[in-house]
C-alpha cells in the first residue's frame, strides 16, 4: 500500500510540477475526514472510530506526500 500512494504522489508532482503547500495537504486531510465522516451509517460513530479515521487518512496522506516531494525535487 505505502508503494502504491507513493506513486500517486510522484504522478501528481510530475502532472503539476511544482511543489504543493502545507496548507494544501492539510486541506486534503480536512476533506477526506469529513467524507468519512458523513459516509454511511452514523449510528456507529464513535470519538474511537474518527481517530482511526483520522490514523488512516493521516497515513495515506503522509506516503503520497512523500512522492510528491520526492519526484518535486528531482526536476
Same mark, same amino acid.
Given at each position: 500500500? %505505502?508503494?502504491?500512494?507513493? %506513486? /500517486?504522489? =510522484?504522478?501528481? @508532482?510530475?502532472? +503539476?510540477?511544482?511543489?504543493? %503547500?502545507?496548507? +494544501?495537504?492539510?486541506?486534503? @486531510?480536512?476533506?477526506? +475526514? ?13 470519538? @474511537? %472510530?474518527?481517530?482511526?479515521? =483520522?490514523? /488512516? /487518512?493521516?497515513?495515506? +496522506?503522509?506516503? /503520497? ?11
Amino acid at each position: 500500500m %505505502s508503494g502504491y500512494l507513493f %506513486s /500517486i504522489g =510522484a504522478t501528481h @508532482a510530475n502532472l +503539476i510540477r511544482r511543489q504543493v %503547500s502545507k496548507e +494544501i495537504w492539510n486541506l486534503m @486531510a480536512e476533506a477526506f +475526514i469529513d467524507c468519512t465522516l458523513d459516509w454511511g451509517d452514523k449510528k456507529g460513530r464513535t470519538e @474511537a %472510530s474518527r481517530k482511526a479515521w =483520522a490514523f /488512516i /487518512i493521516s497515513f495515506a +496522506i503522509e506516503k /503520497i506526500k512523500r512522492g510528491h516531494l520526492h519526484d518535486v525535487n528531482t526536476f
